[in-house]
């Protein structure tokens, strides 16, 4: 192999490695909104916890969901997804669109929108 080919793959795995690296549009801690008084973002995923989405998965409330094929939603700052979801002692599957919001995360599910504030804005 050559040299120039050997330094291409390595800049090429790099570049791969950095883009999977970056944050998403929706990473962070969130509570819901109006909850401030109730809510701790010191604690994920527990009754009175925070919410977080880093990196492709969603944790709620003794629950993780692994969220995969995403497609923008056109005209909006959104994304819908297919969640892959684990929560006490069971498996699940539904869809969830993500959607930023000016206090910070609206998430949709058929039937409702739960509306959260970022952790970090308080």
Request: proline share 4%; hydrophobic share 35%; net charge negative.
């Amino acid at each position: 192999m050559s040299k120039r080919f050997a330094s291409l793959c390595t800049a090429w795995l790099a570049l791969g490695l950095a883009t999977t690296a970056l944050a998403g549009p929706y990473d962070g801690l969130y509570f819901p909104e109006g909850g401030a008084d109730h809510w701790d973002c010191q604690r994920v995923g527990a009754d009175g916890g925070a919410i977080s989405v880093r990196d492709n998965m969603f944790e709620g409330v003794e629950n993780r969901c692994t969220l995969t094929n995403p497609v923008a939603v056109r005209g909006m700052e959104a994304t819908l997804y297919d969640a892959k979801c684990n929560g006490e002692g069971m498996e699940y599957e539904y869809r969830m669109m993500l959607m930023s919001s000016p206090p910070g995360l609206t998430i949709i599910r058929e039937g409702y929108a739960s509306y959260f504030e970022r952790c970090d804005q308080r």
